[in-house]
């Protein structure tokens, strides 16, 4: 059975980083899987935005407009995905969500995701 | 940046069949998915690779692509079934690209 959970802060100030953990269970993001995880979010009434994925072979892409902001990295051994963004503003506040994503014929797409964790940004 | 257009809305009678469409350049050079995402809830894969459904999601969904438009069709449309649904492609400039998300209402 496939698991993601989000854990981190649910209330960071302006100008703060925001560091979030994915916990997942049920795959391996290894050579002999294949399999890649990612970050997304979604602002309050918006729709879904992606950040950035690190892929088994710890290739990492992210999200343009937010490509100065953003690390992302892996731990196999711990079966963690760890997402940093720096300089929080209050137009981050969203919920973010880590899932399971599936690379096939360049497609990249998200087959398990975590039930999300909402992250306020606020004075 | 590469874009995704859905319609903001659609709306459908119950046991009738829903479409909802998403449309970008070059769409007919790169795959689709689909996601539902009910209120309150995670977003949920119901389609990937254009028409190909997860283990677990009913035949009544079906997902189709020609030429720069991809659409997601719902039959017999059930109460269950009101949620946001969400394109997706992948774009070797941009990166993961959503469409802006398509409310049905049943």
């Known amino acids: 059975q496939v698991t993601l959970r989000e854990s981190g802060p649910a209330l960071v100030k302006p100008t703060q980083t925001l560091t979030l953990t994915c916990t997942f269970s049920g795959f391996s993001v290894n050579p002999s899987t294949g399999m890649s995880v990612s970050w997304l979010r979604q602002s309050p009434g918006k729709a879904l935005e992606w950040l950035a994925v690190?892929?088994?072979?710890?290739?990492?892409y992210f999200r343009t407009s937010l490509r100065t902001r953003l690390t992302i990295s892996k731990d196999a051994s711990k079966n963690q995905v760890v997402l940093t963004m720096t300089d929080m503003d209050p137009v981050d506040t969203a919920t973010y969500f880590c899932?399971?994503?599936?690379?096939?014929?360049?497609?990249?797409?998200?087959?398990?995701w975590g039930q999300g964790t909402l992250v306020t940004v606020s004075s | 940046s590469y874009e995704l257009t859905q319609p903001p809305s659609v709306s459908v009678s119950p046991g009738q069949t829903a479409s909802i469409s998403c449309s970008g350049g070059k769409l007919e050079e790169k795959y689709v998915c689909w996601y539902q995402q009910r209120p309150g809830h995670s977003p949920v894969l119901i389609i990937y690779?254009?028409?190909k459904r997860p283990s677990g999601i009913p035949e009544r969904i079906s997902g189709s692509h020609s030429g720069n438009t991809a659409t997601l069709t719902i039959g017999e449309a059930q109460a269950m079934d009101e949620a946001d649904y969400y394109c997706q492609a992948w774009d070797s400039s941009t990166g993961v690209v959503f469409g802006g998300g398509t409310k049905m209402t049943v």
């Open positions: 690190v892929d088994w072979d710890d290739d990492k």
């Open positions: 690779q254009d028409t």
């Open positions: 899932a399971r994503t599936v690379v096939v014929s360049q497609l990249y797409y998200f087959d398990h």
